[in-house]
Structure formats: structure tokens, C-alpha cells
């Protein structure tokens, strides 16, 4: 178990890597124990399959387990390909690899596949890109939405429909077009 000290390379980049710290500590014959150092430069997981991927990256204070590698996998970690091992090291504690949601807190952010649907919650904004959006079922909205483009519903557009009907005074116009 390790527990993530800093995170570099997040967000719309490659997968990062962390520095963390091993929370389990080294035992000696008489039963001290001594914390072990940070591990530098660990690549973390990423979902990812081609070019699609759900990011969530780590952040300082999570924990998660390292992974470590039998050989030395520098080589690998500076060119992204297959290589030759970069020493004869073995079994060495910096040749980790970091999974991480291991003993975390309760999400306040989250995608949420319940089994009986999904729940997406955000305290922030809710930023969908997409060519095209389409819901196929009733949607119900507490709050407000906006879009750069047109709104249809069924065959009627929001900036583009025509109302039948009007007349000048309190009268009212027929349904949009």
C-alpha cells in the first residue's frame, strides 16, 4: 500500500506519473520500524483503450497499491516503447507501477453506473462535447441549461419555430410550428 505524495502529468495529457510513499513500514529483527523513502517518477493506471480513456487522476493523499515491475523498467518510462532494460536491477522498489482507490474517502465526484442506471454528480459545471447530442427519453431539469446551437423538440426548433395566430392585443398565439 502506498499513499500518493504529488502528481505530474494529469489531465488531457499521456498518463502521468506520482511520487509515493509506502505506508506499510520496514521492520527490523528487534521490531523498530523506519518509514521508507518516496518513490519518484511512478507511472499511475489509467482506463484507457486506443484513444479513449476515463480520466480520473490521482491526487496527493490517495492510496493505492504499487506494482513492482522484476526488471527496470526505466527505458520504457522515458520512450513509451518496448525497450532493453535500463540497468540488472531487480526486484528494485523504483521500478513501481501505481494503481490507485485503495481505503479513499467517500467521493464528492462521480460516475456512478448503479446497476440500475447511471448518476453523474459534479458540484462543478457539466461540460459536454459532442457533434451531436441526443436523449432518447423524458428529461427532467432543476436547473438551467444553455446551448451555442439550436434546441429541438421532436421536429420543432426553439430559435427557428413559427407561431400561427397572432394578433395584436391580449390574445394569445397558437402552438409553434
Not at 480520466?55 to 526488471?71: M, W
Amino acid at each position: 500500500m502506498v499513499q500518493v505524495q504529488a502528481v505530474s502529468g494529469s489531465g488531457l495529457n499521456p498518463v502521468g506519473f506520482v511520487d509515493v510513499i509506502p505506508m506499510v513500514h520496514q521492520q527490523d529483527g528487534a521490531g523498530g520500524t523506519v518509514p521508507h523513502g518516496v518513490i519518484y517518477d511512478v507511472p499511475y493506471f489509467r482506463l484507457q483503450g486506443g484513444h479513449s480513456a476515463v480520466i480520473v487522476d490521482p491526487t496527493p493523499g490517495d492510496i493505492g497499491i504499487a506494482i513492482i515491475s522484476d526488471r527496470d523498467i526505466a527505458n520504457v518510462k522515458a520512450s513509451r516503447k518496448s525497450a532493453a532494460p535500463g540497468s540488472y536491477a531487480q526486484q528494485d522498489i523504483a521500478d513501481a507501477l501505481y494503481v490507485g482507490g485503495f481505503l479513499n474517502s467517500v467521493p464528492h465526484e462521480y460516475i456512478w453506473l448503479t446497476g440500475s442506471g447511471v448518476k453523474i454528480k459534479t458540484s462543478g459545471a457539466m461540460d459536454i462535447e459532442a457533434g451531436s447530442v441526443k436523449i432518447g427519453c423524458d428529461v427532467s431539469v432543476s436547473g438551467d441549461i444553455s446551448a451555442s446551437g439550436d434546441v429541438k423538440a421532436g421536429n420543432i426548433s426553439l430559435t427557428k419555430h413559427k407561431h400561427s395566430g397572432v394578433q395584436p392585443g391580449s390574445g394569445t398565439t397558437a402552438p409553434p410550428e
